[in-house]
């Protein structure tokens, strides 16, 4: 019975660790996701732009980066933003891809990679 005494503390240290590591990291998870969706919405962002305002495939990078500025702030590093224009028949479709590294921070602090494209198309005017 006496080599037991003390046991309770450093359990309960243990545990509350443990507890908090757990939520750190669903947190992590969290900000990952959230970032991951503002990537994603960047490019279509982008995309849209250029269809919608008739502008040029420069007009789609701009918008991205602005989105991603803007919604994500300092969690989305190294970003790069690419866009192409390019007409088939009487259509014309606009590009744009989106890469970047989700910033790592929490217990486990790992970088990972994220990379988005979104398509948009509009009829060609004569």
Do not use: C, W
Not at 34 to 53: I, P
Not at 83 to 105: D, I, P
């Amino acid at each position: 019975m006496r080599r037991d005494g003390g046991a309770a503390p450093v359990e309960a240290i243990f545990g509350i660790f443990f507890l908090l590591f757990l939520a750190l990291g669903t947190v992590e998870v969290a900000f990952v996701l959230y970032g991951r969706n503002v990537v994603q919405a960047s490019a279509h962002e982008g995309a849209r732009a250029v269809v919608e305002l008739h502008t040029d495939p420069q007009a789609a990078s701009t918008v991205a980066r602005e989105t991603i500025e803007r919604a994500a702030g300092g969690l989305v590093q190294d970003l790069q933003v690419d866009a192409a224009l390019r007409r088939s028949g009487t259509r014309t479709f606009v590009e744009v891809r989106v890469q970047g590294r989700l910033k790592g921070f929490g217990p486990v602090p790992v970088s990972l990679p994220v990379v988005a494209t979104a398509v948009a198309t509009r009829e060609t005017l004569p």
